[in-house]
């Protein structure tokens, strides 16, 4: 069995320990009194927040949709860094970026693994 496949069954087996003690937690709280009157509670400020935040976002209006329209530009700016960065490592290019204070970074790759459907 290869070393990666060993690794992966460890991997699965602790998700598995950490979904069972997880349950076992919610199920204690479950039974606790005190956590449910707790629980309501907090609902009831969430709820409070939201009404401040919504009115306070209804006053900046404006400012609220240049932020939305800056997400999107971020969102697009940084899928187009991760494209160019992949295409100059297949091309065997140097991948170096450098900010306004002179600080390099570099990049950072993750593999995941996905089910096969």
Do not use: C, W
């Amino acid at each position: 069995m290869s070393k990666l496949n060993e690794v992966f069954k460890r991997l699965q087996e602790q998700q598995k320990n950490q979904r069972e003690l997880k349950k076992m937690y919610r199920e204690a709280l479950a039974v606790n009194g005190n956590y449910h009157q707790v629980v309501e509670e907090l609902d009831v400020l969430k709820i409070k927040k939201k009404q401040i935040e919504a009115g306070v976002k209804a006053d900046l209006k404006e400012e609220f949709d240049k932020l939305e329209g800056l997400k999107l530009n971020i969102a697009g700016d940084k899928q187009m860094l991760s494209d160019i960065a992949l295409t100059q490592l297949t091309k065997g290019e140097e991948i170096k970026v450098m900010d306004d204070n002179q600080v390099e970074y570099e990049p950072l790759f993750t593999v995941r693994f996905q089910k096969i459907r």
